[in-house]
């Protein structure tokens, strides 16, 4: 199993509406979540973090979390074409040598049509 | 904060060369990383540090990479005896505790 799994996509969602983007991990005792946008030919950059149990919103971003389902995802509210990017899913190792590091997913494609 | 800084931007050169990139983060982070990425892949861990400590390296990595952070401000990653696999975009991040990482723009290296 890998580490960090995220649907490739590419998806593809109209102006308007909400896109949703999911994540699994192996790791159980991660404690720590990331959402990072990375638009083509540029680093990533990141848009949301989340600790704990439920929902965080920031502007039109919500991150959802569930520990026991070891499960996160990303909605995007009222998306707009400038949304079009890759999302990255990190997550913060607990065991043995990857404490320290972030481990990504292969990120998912989102293609916000107008 | 004028963000975390990479050089060069590019750098193409010939197999079995040696190449080596520089990475200065933001000044009041203490943890820095190196990350590689491929197209269509995520970043993949290289190595971190936390001050001038390197604290993990990635399995993966071979001996032909040595990263080096002396006093614990800028970080060096020299890749020796280059292959065309490692060919990909180097990724600097930084940060500070158990926050998320600010990334750099990067260093495109292509081997010839």
């Known amino acids: 199993q890998k580490e960090v799994e995220q649907n490739s996509g590419p998806l593809s969602v109209p102006e308007g509406a909400i896109a949703s983007l999911n994540c699994t991990y192996s790791?159980?005792?991660?404690?720590?979540f990331f959402w990072y946008r990375q638009y083509s030919g540029k680093s990533p950059e990141l848009i949301m973090s989340?600790?704990?149990?439920g929902d965080k919103e920031d502007g039109r971003f919500t991150a959802q979390l569930n520990k026991a389902s070891q499960y996160v995802s990303l909605l995007i509210r009222d998306s707009q074409p400038s949304d079009s990017a890759t999302y990255l899913c990190a997550v913060k190792g607990s065991r043995g040598g990857s404490q320290g590091n972030l481990i990504f997913g292969k990120g998912t494609k989102l293609s916000v049509k107008p | 904060d004028t963000g975390v800084s990479q050089d060069p931007r590019h750098k193409i050169t010939k197999r079995g060369q040696n190449v080596t990139f520089r990475c200065d983060p933001i000044?009041?982070?203490?943890?820095l990383y190196w990350y590689r990425q491929t197209l269509g892949q995520g970043p993949e861990f290289l190595t971190y540090f936390q001050n001038e400590a390197q604290l993990e390296k990635s399995r993966l990595l071979s001996d032909r990479f040595s990263a080096e952070r002396p006093k614990g401000s800028f970080s060096t990653l020299e890749i020796q005896r280059t292959e065309q696999g490692d060919s990909a975009m180097y990724l600097c991040?930084?940060?500070?505790?158990?926050?998320?990482?600010?990334f750099g723009n990067g260093t495109r290296l292509t081997v010839t």
């Open positions: 000044s009041e982070h203490n943890r």
């Open positions: 790791d159980r005792g991660s404690q720590s």
């Open positions: 991040a930084s940060t500070e505790g158990q926050r998320g990482l600010h």
């Open positions: 989340i600790y704990s149990n």
